[in-house]
């Protein structure tokens, strides 16, 4: 029985000669079926979501008060310290289609979906970084299903992202949960 194998589908002479063209684009080569300036800004939302989300968790691990805040501040820092990493992911891709992550303050409250928020509660807290995970959540679903197909590396970076922010949503309705004594969300 002989295998039958499939013709490479891309020329390779053709394959060098376009890598070869517009190299200034780095990875950003023809085929890419996205629109690169509308994928930045996109992601600098995202960016700047993450950055407010550092920010506020930061905070609210530093201002947590009560005889119940030890576990509830680990958590927090545990969420930032994940945040910021999801901010460098984001400003990494960024800057691999050529833009510049738009890190400057100025203006951080416009570009993000979510707020820094004014919690001074343990409670409200919690319930800030809930409502925050959830947009993130919402947003990223809706980037995912942007992206498909026509921009595969930044869908798979926005689905890893998303993951994580389900789990910081289930964390923080864990603990709404667990200081209030019953279930926050319906199903």
């Known amino acids: 029985m002989s295998v039958t194998t499939q ?3 891309t020329d390779i002479a053709a394959l060098r000669k376009h890598a070869k063209e517009h190299i200034e684009r780095g990875p950003v080569t023809e085929n890419y079926e996205g629109n690169v300036q509308q994928t930045i800004d996109l992601l600098q939302t995202a960016l700047a979501t993450e950055i ?3 920010l506020r968790y930061t905070m609210h691990a530093v201002a947590a008060a009560g005889i119940n805040s030890e576990r ?3 958590e927090f820092e545990e969420h930032a310290a994940d945040e ?4 460098e992911k984001l ?7 050529g833009g510049v992550p738009n890190m400057n303050p100025e203006g951080l409250h416009t570009r993000s979906a979510s707020e820094y928020g004014a919690a001074e509660e343990l409670i409200d807290m919690i319930k800030e970084n809930l409502i925050a995970e959830r947009i993130a959540v ?19 970076l926005i689905e890893s992202l998303l993951a994580k922010e389900e789990e910081h949503a289930n964390d923080m309705h864990d603990l709404l949960v667990a200081k209030e004594g019953r279930p926050f969300l319906n199903n």
């Open 7 to 9: 013709p490479f589908i």
């Open 52 to 54: 407010v989300c550092v």
């Open 72 to 74: 509830v501040k680990e």
């Open 84 to 87: 910021r990493l999801h901010m």
């Open 91 to 97: 400003a990494e891709r960024i800057n691999q289609l």
């Open 138 to 156: 919402e947003h990223y679903r809706e980037l995912i299903r942007y992206f498909g197909d026509k921009d595969p590396t930044t869908r798979v």
